[in-house]
């Protein structure tokens, strides 16, 4: 079993930055691509960013690249999603997830979720 718990969320103004981690206790972890999909308010989940097990490549939505990055540290059994710049359109419940490799895969692949964390810009 893989527990992801994601913090970080929170209340920002155009332009701020937030550093979301995702926190994935356990040996399986390095396994695993690490996505970000987020969600908001009446509308469908969109797929973020994703980054390989051992962070050799990362993908990003055209909407955020640029502006978000992505990150693991296998050490610390973490990923993380750093943003910036930071749009009203980007306000949304943020989700980590793992799914085995390729990490181009569909969402349904995904194989562990976390809880989400709120990100609201103003």
């Known amino acids: 079993h893989v527990q992801l718990v994601e913090s970080g969320g929170g209340s920002v103004q155009a332009g701020g930055s937030l550093r979301l981690p995702c926190a994935a206790p356990?040996?399986?972890?390095?396994?695993?691509?690490m996505g970000w999909f987020r969600q908001a308010p009446g509308k469908g989940p969109e797929w973020v960013s994703s980054i390989a097990p051992d962070g050799s490549n990362t993908y990003y939505a055209g909407s955020v690249k640029g502006r978000f990055a992505i990150s693991r540290d296998n050490a610390k059994n973490t990923a993380f999603l750093q943003m910036t710049d930071l749009q009203p359109d980007d306000s949304a419940m943020y989700y980590c997830a793992a799914v085995d490799p390729p990490c181009r895969a569909w969402r349904d692949d995904y194989k562990y979720w976390g809880q989400g964390t709120q990100v609201t810009v103003s």
């Open positions: 356990g040996y399986t972890y390095d396994t695993y691509c």
